[in-house]
């Protein structure tokens, strides 16, 4: 399928394409001006000097637009005879082309054309750089004209020449020169960066770079773009993925629309792209990037080294060229980033099977290490790194460290991702539970009570359904496992209970009383004492508040038998809340909110009203009473959002906290 992008609507850029507009403007009051619109590949500076030309065109101006291409110098002033050739249809560029014959030869009819081969041979460059600005002159005494010069990184020297040549010496002409060209392909040696310095030292000429695409004008391009046939996901995964950048946006986006599953390997012209210009450099070089590749975006300069195999002489020469190549940019003191995240995808890409194996051990085996360790995040890559090269028992060792810190460092999502990899490569390690310090059943319980507090309360409940059932069906249970079922059951009491939902409501309170019941009360446990009030609070979406009570007031008793505060201030919230209800008058209905049946809307009852629009009870209902127990909320005095959020409000380890104990 092929996508139109191009043809849609210019989006953002509008400093950008208005600073162009005042040039065209300066053009047409007689003030030569000359712009150099510079940005990396595929930002849109062909878009945006497209739209400058169109605009131009419609004020009049006779516009001359050429484009450098790939061939090094073999072709001198390509982007000109291009410009020419392209205007040369018109009747006053191909009269004023008539009585210049320097500037004749550069069209095909001209006699020399694009088979000249150098610009010595058959040009004399004063009659050549003569004849451009006499046409452009004659041209400007009859309108405006607008000179494009695109792609100056591929100029060669002539055109080069030509430029500066056309800068310093056009004043009063009406006349707007555009060059455009790649920042990324700037490296420090290119010739066209001392043109391009001492070019923006004249006063006549300006700078317009183009930083990469905010994400709002990004967003509307692609959904332009995408005309639906994407969703919302995708679309954000390519935003993320192109940072900005149109071109790899575009090219990821045709690639997801022809379902070539983007996300894994990049369309075949953006990595031909990307990829040629890491070929340009050194073996030394490119071994440097392909180090740098497995070790991620953000590459440290001691593990690329190690791995890439070089003497130091040799690497500091090899990472200078990547550099100057501007394929590498250095990041604070310690190492180097890629340009942009698709160049190390592109680069990864590229490594053969076995290679790519190799360099993740070498990284795994590098980062190994406590010292290394020791800085968050390393246990995550490590892990990476371990299953890269196949290395299951590092992958899992690294996968139980890297959940710890994520729950340590408050990451619950990323701690149910690696506590979930451990589980999944359980049974392909020996002796797991004395690497995972921890039984099966207890890392799956971390990996679901993190889950829900990341806020995916349905997977947790999902996870603790497997896990409750899995126990159940050992025959044997010692004290452990006694203590863990009575963890996974209260865990997914609340969570069921925290589901809007009058299904899962009364799983809850099944749950939560089953796990009483096979919780030993003695000797007293926090683990007893929680069981019990989470009990409780299930019990709060039924009308017996009484029984509500006792069970709160148990919970009390066994929290402080197990001198567990925690679960006192848990089972002291849902008495208070209690007392609370019992003690609210009703200033509008005058009746009292003490006895919930009596408003004929208890908070069950006024919930499936609610939802089906019709009272539960003939008697109209309270509007304040309806309005405090419409929702669940109402019975959970203390949360009002998602299970993460209510983490912040609660004490530490009370019903809300899911610490797996
Ligand atoms: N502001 C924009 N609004 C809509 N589309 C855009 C915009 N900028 C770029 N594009 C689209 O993104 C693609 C790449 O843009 P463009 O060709 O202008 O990049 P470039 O910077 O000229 O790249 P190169 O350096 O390769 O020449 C094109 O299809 C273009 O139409
Ligand atoms: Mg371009």
Not at 71 to 86: E, F, I, K, M, N
Not at 464 to 471: E, G, V, Y
């Amino acid at each position: 399928m092929v996508l139109r992008v191009s043809a849609g609507r210019m989006v953002g850029r509008d400093d950008e394409i208005g600073r162009l507009l005042r040039l065209l403007d300066d053009a047409e009051a007689g003030r030569s001006v000359v712009a150099l619109v510079s940005g990396d590949a595929g930002v849109g500076k062909s878009r945006l000097v497209a739209e400058a030309t169109r605009l131009a065109a419609g004020r009049g101006f006779t516009v001359l637009s050429g484009q450098c291409a790939e061939l090094g110098d073999s072709v001198p002033y390509l982007p000109l005879a291009d410009a020419l050739r392209g205007a040369a249809q018109a009747g006053a560029v191909r009269d004023a082309l008539s009585s210049r014959p320097a500037l004749s030869m550069l069209l095909p009819e001209g006699g020399g054309g694009l088979t000249i081969d150098s610009d010595r041979s058959g040009l004399a460059r004063q009659q050549m750089f003569g004849g451009v600005l006499g046409l452009l002159t004659e041209l400007a005494a009859a309108g405006p004209v607008l000179l494009v010069l695109e792609d100056l990184h591929w100029a060669d020297t002539s055109t080069r020449d030509l430029v500066t040549f056309l800068s310093r010496m056009l004043h009063r002409e009406r006349v707007a020169l555009i060059g455009t060209y790649r920042t990324d392909d700037l490296h420090r040696r290119h010739p066209l960066r001392p043109v391009v310095a001492e070019l923006l030292r004249l006063p006549g000429v300006i700078a317009v770079d183009l930083a990469p695409l905010d994400p709002s004008a990004l967003a509307e391009h692609l959904t332009a773009a995408a005309q639906g046939r994407i969703g919302a996901t995708e679309l954000n995964d390519i935003m993320a993925r192109a940072e900005g950048n149109a071109y790899y946006a575009e090219e990821l986006l045709a690639a997801s629309v022809s379902g070539d599953r983007p996300e894994q390997s990049l369309p075949a012209g953006l990595a031909a792209l990307l990829l040629s210009r890491v070929e340009q450099l050194s073996d030394a070089a490119q071994q440097v990037l392909r180090a740098a590749a497995v070790a991620g975006r953000k590459a440290d300069d001691e593990l690329v080294q190690a791995a890439s195999g070089l003497v130091s002489t040799e690497y500091e020469a090899a990472v200078r060229e990547a550099v100057t190549h501007q394929l590498l940019v250095p990041d604070g003191t310690e190492g180097y980033v890629f340009r942009h995240a698709l160049l190390r995808e592109a680069v990864y890409g590229d490594l053969l099977p076995g290679e790519r194996t190799r360099l993740h051990g070498t990284m795994s085996a590098l980062l190994a290490d406590e010292h290394r360790l020791a800085t968050p995040g390393t246990a995550a890559e490590l892990a990476q790194h371990c299953l890269a090269s196949h290395d299951i028992p590092g992958a899992f060792a690294a996968s139980i460290r890297a959940g710890d810190e994520a729950e340590r460092l408050g990451a619950p999502a990323e701690a149910h991702r690696h506590c979930d990899q451990a589980l999944a490569l359980w049974e392909r390690v020996a002796e797991p539970e004395k690497t995972a310090g921890m039984a099966r059943g207890k890392l799956g319980l971390l990996s679901a009570t993190n889950a829900a507090d990341s806020g995916d309360v349905d997977r947790a409940v999902h996870l603790l359904r497997r896990l409750r059932h899995a126990l159940a069906a050992l025959p044997d249970k010692g004290h452990d496992e006694v203590n863990l079922a009575s963890r996974i059951g209260e865990r997914l009491a609340f969570y069921l209970w925290t589901i809007d939902d009058a299904k899962a409501a009364a799983e809850a309170v099944e749950i939560a009383q089953a796990t009483v019941d096979e919780t030993p009360a003695d000797p007293p446990t926090w683990q007893y004492a929680r069981a019990v009030a989470t009990y409780a609070n299930t019990l709060l979406v039924d009308d017996n508040f009484d029984v509500v009570r006792e069970q709160a007031e148990n919970a009390l008793a066994a929290a402080r038998a197990a001198n567990a505060p925690w679960v006192q201030a848990d089972a002291l919230v849902t008495l208070g809340f209690l007392s609370n209800r019992e003690g609210r008058k009703c200033s509008i209905c005058t009746s009292s909110a003490t006895t919930p049946t009596a408003s004929g809307t208890t908070p069950r009852r006024s919930r499936t009203a609610s939802r089906s629009g019709s009272p539960a009870s003939p008697r109209p209902p309270c509007p304040r009473w309806r309005c405090s127990s419409t929702s669940r909320a109402a019975t959970r005095p203390w949360r009002s959002g998602t299970p993460g959020s209510s983490r912040s409000c609660r004490p530490t380890g009370s019903t809300g906290s899911s610490r797996a104990g």
